[in-house]
């Protein structure tokens, strides 16, 4: 099933990619520059720096494989596919030209065929536990599910049928 949920955030990532390079003209020179995007980067919390797991792993693959994560100057949230110890791992992207060093809240709103998951959902995105979050970089949260939820993540076997979003994005003092 694991495999089976990599293999649908793929198909999700590859209908939505724009590549990692930008075309601009220029109309004074009639002339086409190509400019790189700044690269993006998988980071872990400072307790599990030099330490691997599935899921690290899992993230590390995800963001060299998919570098159209996100979209610039904004935050995105994504489903990785992976349910371990009863907690989804979603995939936090920052995009933005900012440094987050601060902790988070948002609100997470994720349903699969109208079946809803979580619904304007307050996530908290600590520092202390998680670590900071770059400019350009990815890392993994983990959602505790009830065994409700569980149920309806593990059931999920087509993409175009969920509906994930972040909302409300604010620093907490």
Known sequence: ??????????????????????????TSKNETIIKEEKELKFVVAPQYEGKTSDLIELGK??????????????????????????????MLVNKTDVDIKKDLEFSLSWSYEGKTIFDNQKISYTIKDSGELPS??????????????????????????????????KSVE
Do not use: W
Not at 21 to 26: A, G, L, N, Y
Not at 69 to 74: A, D, Q, R, T
Not at 145 to 154: A, G, I, M
């Open 1 to 26: 099933m694991k495999k089976l949920f990599v293999i649908i955030l793929l198909l999700i990532l590859g209908g939505c990619s724009n590549g990692n390079k930008i075309e601009e003209k220029d």
């Open 61 to 90: 693959k995800l963001t060299k494989e998919h570098p159209e994560l996100g979209s610039k100057g904004n935050m995105a949230i994504y489903f990785t596919g992976a349910v371990s110890d009863g907690r989804a791992a979603l």
């Open 136 to 169: 350009y970089t990815t890392t993994l949260i983990l959602l505790p599910l009830n065994s409700e939820q569980l149920e309806l993540v593990d059931s999920m076997s087509d993409p175009s049928k969920m509906t994930l979003s972040m909302s409300d994005v």
